[in-house]
């Protein structure tokens, strides 16, 4: 069977913002969903981790689950991180390195997210992080959520700093 991707949203960054809200783009229409984004960067001169959180439609963002995740990065020191969070999947959208005019582009899928149970994402993130470290990096992030109702929506988490500027795109996978 044919599959095709149907737009469902486009959010643009314009302003500094620690959590990008995406609201009503998960619904029992769809089971699979690709999310690009790009050009995400941050103008802080710290380091950030750029996550993913889902919620559940209301004002609440879903913190208090349990996620669990493992992201490897493919650099000069090919690092791999294995962990769990309460709170969100570290790395999601990818990570910069701390200075200044960095940004991170790529293309993740959410499974399942309107289901109740389990939530799997999966993403890949390039990183121009050359300014600072002197390399570019590759990040492949994987992740779980155990939930217990439909998730509606995702946030863009920053634990650290704020995006400034970037291009989420939201399709929904139709077969």
């Not at 620690?18 to 999310?35: H, Q, R, T």
């Not at 963002?61 to 309460?86: D, E, G, K, P, R």
């Amino acid at each position: 069977m044919a599959k095709s991707l149907e737009f469902i949203n486009r959010t643009d960054i314009t302003s500094a913002s620690a959590n990008v809200v995406i609201s009503n783009v998960f619904s029992s229409k769809y089971d699979k969903y690709k999310i690009v984004f790009s050009n995400l960067t941050s103008i802080d001169s710290s380091g950030t981790h750029l996550s993913l959180r889902f919620h559940d439609g209301s004002s609440t963002i879903t913190s208090n689950y349990n996620y669990c995740l493992m992201n490897q990065s493919c650099n000069i020191s090919a690092t791999a991180q294995v962990s769990s969070s309460n709170s969100y999947i570290l790395r999601f959208f990818g990570e910069m390195d701390g200075a200044s005019g960095q940004c991170t582009s790529g293309v993740g899928y959410v499974f399942n997210p309107f289901g109740s149970g389990y939530t799997f994402a999966q993403s890949m993130s390039a990183q121009d992080t050359s300014k600072n470290s002197g390399t570019s990096e590759i990040r492949f992030s994987h992740g779980v959520l155990r939930n217990s109702s439909s998730m509606t929506g995702f946030v863009l988490h920053n634990p650290n700093r704020n995006y400034d500027e970037g291009t989420i795109i939201t399709y929904g996978i139709l077969e």
